[in-house]
Structures are given as structure tokens and as C-alpha cells.
């Protein structure tokens, strides 16, 4: 970062043979320019991760993604350029790399529908009208809850997000843009268990699908070893025990405890700046009740006011500029109605 660069080049002043320093946005920027650099991961939280991702594109280096905002609030932007650049956008994301994985040797149109799986967060087995009813009367145990996850430790915003199913929203949303898949022929499942990754359902009604320990090493590695596999041995990556593995279960997930869902087929049907908003609202709201600031309800609240203000602003045909105002404009408007006083629902203590 900026602060951290300036007090490295002063600590490298007077040095015979001094480095070239190099550092904050530009810095990134001249990074993913070097010709030694092959592929450059996109890994930047947030928006600011956009500009250095593009000059990579320009570039003509390969991206491996590991940042939504590049194709959620980016994506009517950066496709075109990656398009236009003959540039590869290669996923990080386990959901992702296992629909990369299975469309490998796909001739074109062969993809039909993509099945997203989801391993339903903290509140999967909880009735809604308990959820509600712990919102009213012990809101503290519910963002306990939310920030829990039954499968793995993610991180406290990543596990809300999972609770509150704004994960696969957001997932849809990339797809999209990754895929060209239409909304219609994006579906989402709950699979509890974490084995089966994603799937995609061909032309001819085949289901293929990719299957591992949820681990996010090797989405990861493949994103960086594509097209060819890297030997792994079994003390590096257990093999699957199918029979330890057990039943792998599906059911359909309830709209009603995740209007995020409902949003997300939303927001990506309008298209344009609304994708972007969506995210960046998310991003406020959950950083606002993990600050215990509002309660659990009202993350889906405050993204809906956020949408429903911004579709008289709904910019189609974004610039990069736009996206990034934009980004910036529901994080405001979501902090501006919390600060309001409009919201009824019950802080944790």
C-alpha cells in the first residue's frame, strides 16, 4: 500500500544499487505490465482491484480471478476488453473452477444450464419463523449464528454472506458474465455435504459435474496450472472415499429465508451499474451488522432500498468511471439510511 511504500523507499535511500520502488494503484499497474509477468491474479478486494486488472488485460496476460467486484460490478466493462484482447478469465472461485473444469472439451453450444451448489450456510436446518423469533427477542444469538459456519472457517463476512445465500446471488451474477449463460438457465441448489462443487448440463440433457473435499487449494492450483493437471500425491490431496463420503443430498433453496437470490436474478437481469450496486450494498450492510450496528433482517432491507433508489440513475452501458461512482454511491446511500433511523429490526448486543 501507499503508506508502507513510502516508508520502504525511505529506508532504501542511499543504497548504491536502489530498486525501483513502485507502489499503491500504480505500482499494481506496472506490475501486471512486466513482460515477464505470464498471468496476473486478480485478487484486490473491491473495486480497487479493477484498474490493474485492466492494464493486464491490455496487457494481454491471463487472469485468475479471485475478486467478484472484476465481473459483478466490472463485468459489462471487462468482458468486452477481455473479448477484444483474446485474454482468458480463468476462476478462483471453487463454484466456478468446477463449471470451468466441467465445459473443458465442450464444443460451442453445448452448454445448456449451469447448476450452482450451495451448502446453505448457518441457517439451512433453521425454520424461518425461528429465525425471526431469535430476531426479536435474542437478535445476539442470531448474529452469532450468521457468523458461523457448519462446514469451515471462512472469515466473518464471507460466513454471512453464506448464511445469508448473498454468496451464490453474487455467484449467479459471475456466471453470467463468465459464461454467457442466460439468468434463465442459471439454477441454484442446496447440497449440504460440499462435495459436488457445481455442475453444467449439456445440450443432449447430460450432467456433468465436479466433485472434491471442499478445500479451495485446487480450484485454486488449477486456475494456475490450466490447460495441463499438476501431480498431486495423496498426502498433498486426499482422494475421495466414496463410501466414507456417504449420501450426497439437494433440495431447493428457500426464497422466502433468502430474498438475496430473489435480488440477485434481479439486479442481473437489469443489467448495467445495477450489478455493482448490489455488491457494494452487500458489502455496507454486512460490514454494518457485523458491527452490530443493524440487525440480521435488515442486510436485506437496506440492499433493496439501495436498488430501488438506483434504477432512476440505472446506467446501461457503464465506463469503468461509472462502475467505480457507482460502487461508491450505495455504500453511502447504505450508511446514509442506517444512519436514518428508518430501520426497525433489533441490533445484537
Known sequence: NGEGGVALEEAVQGMEQRPEMMYGRDGMVEVVRDKDCGSVIAGSVGCAGLPPTVAAIEAGKN???????????????????????????????????????????????????????????????????????????????????????????????????????????????????????????????????????????????????????????????YTMSWPNRVECSEVTWPRLDFVKMGDLTFRAPDTEKYPSLTMGYAAGRMGGTMTGVFSAANEQAVADFLAKKIGYFDIYRVIELAME?????????????????????????????????????????
Open 63 to 221: 487472469i485468475c480471478l479471485a475478486n467478484k467486484e472484476t465481473l459483478i460490478a466490472g463485468g459489462p466493462a471487462i468482458v468486452p476488453l477481455a473479448v477484444k484482447h483474446g485474454v482468458k478469465i480463468l476462476p478462483a472461485d471453487s463454484e466456478h473452477s468446477a463449471i470451468f473444469q466441467c465445459i473443458q472439451g465442450l464444443p460451442e453450444g453445448a452448454l445448456r444450464r449451469i447448476i450452482l451448489t450451495a451448502s446453505g450456510g448457518a441457517f439451512r436446518d433453521m425454520p424461518l419463523e425461528e429465525m425471526r423469533r431469535l430476531a426479536e427477542v435474542d437478535p445476539a444469538a442470531l448474529h452469532k449464528k450468521a457468523t458461523t459456519h457448519p462446514n469451515w472457517d471462512m472469515g466473518a463476512k464471507i460466513t454471512c454472506d453464506s448464511a445469508t445465500l448473498m454468496n451464490k446471488a453474487l455467484e449467479v451474477i459471475e456466471a453470467h458474465y463468465l459464461y454467457g449463460t442466460s439468468y434463465d438457465n442459471i439454477d441454484v441448489c442446496v447440497h449440504p455435504q460440499s462435495i459436488i462443487h457445481s455442475m453444467v448440463e449439456t445440450a443432449d440433457s447430460s450432467v456433468l459435474a465436479q466433485l472434491g473435499w471442499p478445500d479451495m487449494r485446487l480450484p485454486i492450483l
Open 309 to 349: 433508489a438506483h434504477k432512476n440513475e440505472l446506467v446501461l452501458d457503464p465506463t469503468l468511471d461509472d462502475i467505480v461512482h457507482y460502487d461508491l454511491w450505495a455504500r453511502e446511500h447504505v450508511r446514509k439510511t442506517v444512519a436514518s433511523g428508518v430501520l426497525t429490526q433489533k441490533c445484537p448486543a
